[in-house]
């Protein structure tokens, strides 16, 4: 990319720079008179990103410059962030008090920022500082988000896993620039994208530790088991809506990074390797589901479902990409499909418990949501659609999620040496998904046949409401069409079917005036040749 197609083919990443820098002015120099401002100002940006981003269309994967590698996957990242980032801030428009609302409009942008950039990470040290720009504004967010204790220790708390999360993530990073001898974690070369670490049994010691310590920094993102005892205690302490957006813009970030650290080793992960993913994702599935049967408080129970999707989502990792497959046979455009839906569908649920109070605090217990079907019928279906969904069952988007997923493991015939656990993992899901059900339908049945509770109101106003139903709705939307959002994932995952790995004498660079793909003798990054 030369000076001038920079900027513009990061249009979107600088429009959200600067919204949140515009969010962060304007909510100093209302001086607290009114908050809708902020959110005005960041949703419009949310909202004019997102239009550039479908306007640009899909890169064509020839622009790399300054560690960034725009593909297929940034356009899918950046338009799945950026529509449910607009509902984000639908739901959160009260939330932040008076005085904070700019720090708090702002730090929801720099995370969503955070998620575009991971996405177009082609260097070690660009996907750290990506994924950490997703995380650190959360653990603002969750402190800002409410002026008790609980929100106080979750968020102490948060930081300090996310800090040792972190140094995990960035020590296993630098045994993957000690094993490939650069940061580039893909080559561009005239027949594609090759990455500098060889697969299976060829990926040497250092590099297999940097790959799994590289996976355990991840797993904190996505709440993954063993990583995941701080989410149940966040997620209550935190605010519905922070909550809400905790469920998704992590859990994105963590997947897209975890498909291109899998792409790296050419998708052939070493016996020890596949086997812990798949212990955790087993482990995921089950101690969420088992868990969440225990739990009485929606919030928790909501945290320790989304533990349990975590692990439906790393079955499609395991499967791994499906050359010019449809999405039965395609667990990579599974995952990508599966968690814009989750997203969304986790969204709709804290919505709801934004929408109440009763007394001096949020709803969020079972009891709470007695006789809401009577108070607000509407909400009361467009919840119970969101839970629906969460929960696998038809019509909603949330059935053709599981379905993908579990027909990727299916259907892997003989391509692959795990077909048989990677069946016995997704038999291991569909039973976790029957017992998932039970704790579901008993949200659903405490909104609908509960006795009704006292001192319950209306809150948030209109734009939760908004975003409430848009959830909804969407779910149906999506599981009459599929087909838009699933071709859009499939063709997200040309990006992660890596060719052989290269040979370190001879690897390809970008043109630094044009953005074309050319020859060097050496191992150089892709920005090599820009000035």
Not at 41 to 53: M, P
Not at 195 to 221: D, E, N, Y
Not at 481 to 505: F, K, N, Q
Request: charged share 10%; with cysteine; aromatic share 10%.
């Amino acid at each position: 990319m030369n000076g001038e197609s920079y900027w513009v083919a990061l249009a979107p990443e600088w429009v959200l720079l600067t919204g949140a820098c515009v969010a962060l002015t304007v909510g100093v120099l209302r001086g607290g008179s009114d908050r809708a401002w902020t959110s005005a100002v960041a949703l419009l940006t949310v909202a004019t990103s997102l239009i550039i981003a479908v306007r640009r269309g899909v890169p064509d994967g020839s622009d790399a410059a300054l560690g960034l590698w725009l593909t297929p996957l940034t356009y899918y990242t950046r338009v799945i962030a950026l529509g449910v980032g607009g509902l984000i801030v639908l739901v959160n428009w009260h939330q932040p008090a008076p005085g904070e609302r700019g720090e708090y409009m702002a730090l929801v942008l720099f995370s969503l920022l955070g998620v575009l950039l991971t996405a177009s990470a082609n260097d070690l040290v660009v996907l750290f500082m990506a994924v950490e720009l997703v995380s650190v504004p959360t653990y603002v967010l969750v402190a800002l988000s409410r002026a008790d204790d609980r929100a106080s220790e979750a968020a102490v708390k948060y930081f300090f896993l996310g800090a040792l999360s972190a140094a995990v993530l960035a020590y296993g990073l630098s045994f993957l620039y000690g094993a490939s001898g650069t940061t580039t974690m893909f080559a561009l070369t005239p027949a594609g994208a090759a990455p500098l670490l060889p697969g299976g049994s060829a990926l040497s010691g250092v590099a297999l530790i940097g790959v799994l310590l590289t996976f355990c920094g991840l797993a904190f993102k996505i709440a993954a088991v063993p990583f995941h005892a701080y989410a149940p205690d966040v997620y209550e302490g935190a605010a519905a809506p922070v909550t809400g957006m905790l469920g998704f813009v992590p859990k994105l970030a963590g997947f897209v990074a975890l498909a291109r650290l899998f792409a790296m080793c050419n998708w052939e992960l070493p016996a020890g390797l596949f086997w812990s993913v798949w212990v955790v994702a087993g482990a995921s599935m089950t101690v969420g589901n088992v868990l969440a049967l225990l739990q009485k408080n929606v919030k928790r129970m909501l945290a320790y479902s989304g533990i349990a999707h975590t692990g439906y989502m790393l079955i499609g990792l395991l499967v791994g990409p499906g050359a010019g497959e449809g999405p039965m046979r395609d667990g990579v455009a599974a995952m990508l499909f599966y968690i814009a839906v989750y997203g969304l569908m986790n969204l709709g649920a804290f919505a709801l418990l934004t929408a109440f109070r009763t007394g001096d605090r949020e709803v969020e217990t079972l009891g709470d949501l007695g006789g809401l079907s009577a108070r607000s019928p509407a909400l009361a279906i467009a919840f119970a659609v969101c839970v629906f969904s969460l929960m696998g069952f038809p019509p909603t988007a949330g059935f053709l999620g599981k379905l993908y997923i579990f027909s990727g493991a299916f259907s892997l015939g003989n391509r692959v040496a795990y077909e048989g656990p990677l069946i016995v993992l997704a038999v291991i899901g569909v039973v976790n998904s029957a017992i998932g059900a039970a704790y579901y339908l008993r949200i659903v049945a405490s909104t609908y046949m509960g006795g009704e509770a006292t001192e319950v109101r209306s809150s948030g106003g209109v734009p939760v409401r908004l975003g409430l139903v848009a959830c909804s709705v969407t779910m149906l939307l999506l599981f009459a069409w599929p087909g838009g959002l699933l071709g859009e994932a499939r063709e997200a995952t040309t990006a992660l079917r890596t060719i052989a790995p290269v040979d370190e004498s001879r690897v390809a660079v970008g043109d630094g005036e044009s953005g074309a793909l050319s020859s060097a003798p050496t191992v150089a990054h892709p920005d090599a040749s820009l000035p």
